[in-house]
Nanobody, 126 residues
């Protein structure tokens, strides 16, 4: 099993920045993709960003390209999401996700991930 714990959420003014962190523990693999999803009230849980185990490949939702950056430090078993130029529509619960033993492109759907964190609230005021 893999355990994921998010941190770094909070309340920020429009145009501001936040950095989310996700610490992973438990069973490891020679390859593991990790990603961030978000869910606003009354909406589905949607893909935000993903990163391969080496950090050499990344993927972003169109709505956050140019504003958000995903990165990872494997020696710390941690993935980050740097969020800049935040907008009120970014308000959501943000979830960290990971998969084990997968191949191919970084998945952008919930079924492509095996483990999930508890979520951290991000609120952007206007």
């Amino acid at each position: 099993q893999v355990q994921l714990v998010e941190s770094g959420g909070g309340l920020v003014q429009a145009g501001g920045s936040l950095r989310l962190s996700c610490a992973a523990s438990g069973r490891t693999s020679s390859s593991r993709d990790m990603g961030w999803f978000r869910q606003a009230p009354g909406k589905e849980r949607d893909f935000v960003a993903g990163i391969s185990w080496s950090g050499g490949s990344t993927s972003y939702a169109d709505s956050v390209k140019g504003r958000f950056t995903i990165s990872r430090v494997n020696t710390k078993n941690t993935v980050y999401l740097q969020m800049n130029s935040l907008k009120p529509e970014d308000t959501a619960i943000y979830y960290c996700a990971a998969n084990i033993g997968r191949s191919g492109p970084i998945p952008q759907n919930r079924a492509g991930y095996d483990y999930w964190g508890q979520g951290t609230q991000v609120t952007v005021s206007s």
